[in-house]
């Protein structure tokens, strides 16, 4: 009940302009959000990288409405990439296409990804393409494909397992030797197209887990490399410790080693899954938002769960 309403006001617009004028918000989304500047983000990254686990930075930031915002959007990025690479850390980047442009001009939106992919690969820094809402899934197949097309390899992309595509999706990706996120997928979407139901979704994820698993050991089951740059070619998002109970004893049990297989999870949500799971020896990489538009970032964020929404009304009250 509460998640449709969230997930109505994280792309409301009049939403946004009321919660980021509330001091205390911006205060409650730090609990998310490794800080506004890239320099708080490489820190963030920096003590990540001290504990053993891996990056991947995100520049908030989605749906622009201007050439000139996907453009400026795209020459952040090529700053976050020379500064991963000068700092040496233990990071790679994720973007979102809706902030390159895809609601804009989609071959602006390609050439942008282009140049930050190859700008990427100088310095072996791999770039993930986050999922947004169903609308975009065909578009962000087809400009992935036309860059893996141009051999531009440092690239992958994120599957949802909430949709009833992704099975599909995901058998042909695998095929294309497509390095995949598997995540449970974070946007309302219509029964029609998605299961409604936690328990389908968590059904669906742990067999596509299962796919992903069988196609590693069958293509080379690449673990993430040394500089923890590159993402082991089976990445798992979740924070669901039975989906990773699943996870590691489907590997186990088809002998894949853990090192090859690479749980992620987001800042600020279960450090302590996250340390655990490096303990044992598997790569854990923490996805890292940081930037000043964190509004629809943090709302979502809240719709998973909803102590957090009770969280976020206690600081509220307490003013
Ligand atoms: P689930 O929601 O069942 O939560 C399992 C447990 O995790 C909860 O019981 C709780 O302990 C903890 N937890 C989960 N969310 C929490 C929260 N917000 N606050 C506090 N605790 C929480 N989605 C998408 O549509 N496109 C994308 O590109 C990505 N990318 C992405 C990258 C990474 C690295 C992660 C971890 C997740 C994403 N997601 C995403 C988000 C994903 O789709 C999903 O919404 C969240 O991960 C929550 O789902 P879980 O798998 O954690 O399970």
Redesign the pocket.
């Known amino acids: 009940m509460l998640r449709p309403v969230l997930l109505y006001l994280s792309k409301a617009v009049w939403a946004r302009r009321v919660v980021t004028g509330w001091g205390f918000a911006r205060r409650a989304s730090s609990r ?1 959000v490794a800080g506004e500047s890239l320099e708080a983000a490489i820190g963030a990254v920096q003590t990540l990288g001290a504990r053993g686990l891996n990056a ?1 930075l995100d520049h908030l930031g989605e749906q622009v409405t201007t050439a000139a915002e996907a453009r400026a959007a795209a020459g952040d990025y090529l700053v976050i990439l020379d500064r991963i690479c000068a700092a040496g850390v233990r990071s790679n980047a ?1 973007l979102k296409l809706s902030q390159l442009g895809l609601g804009v001009d989609t071959e602006l939106c390609r050439d942008n990804l282009r140049q930050i992919v190859r700008k990427g690969a100088e310095c072996g820094i791999f770039i993930r393409i ?3 809402d169903s609308a975009t899934v065909d578009r962000t197949l087809d400009i992935y494909r036309s860059l893996a097309a141009e051999r531009l390899t440092d690239v992958g992309l ?1 599957l ?1 397992a909430y949709l009833f595509r992704t099975e599909d999706d995901l058998r042909s990706l695998l095929a294309e030797g497509a390095r995949i ?1 598997l ?5 309302q979407e219509p029964p029609t197209i998605a299961f409604a139901k ?1 328990a389908d979704v ?1 059904r669906n ?1 742990d067999r596509l887990t299962s796919m992903m698993i069988a196609a590693s050991l069958q293509t080379g089951s690449e673990p993430s490399s040394a500089d923890g740059r590159l993402p082991a070619r089976t990445a798992l ?5 039975r ?1 990773i109970e699943f996870a590691r004893q489907e590997a186990a049990r088809l002998g894949l080693p853990p090192r090859a297989l690479e749980f ?3 800042y ?3 450090a302590d899954l996250q340390h655990a799971l490096g303990a044992e020896g598997y790569p854990v ?3 890292v938002p940081y930037g000043t538009e964190w509004y629809p970032y943090y709302i ?3 719709a ?2 909803p ?2 929404v009770w969280f976020f009304l206690s600081n509220l009250i307490r003013g």
């Open positions: 998310f991947t994720s986050d999922m947004e994120v949802q996120r995540c449970k997928g974070a946007y936690k968590d994820y998002a979740t924070h669901d410790p989906r992620q999870m987001l600020g949500i279960r990489r923490i996805y979502r964020r809240l998973e769960r102590a957090n």
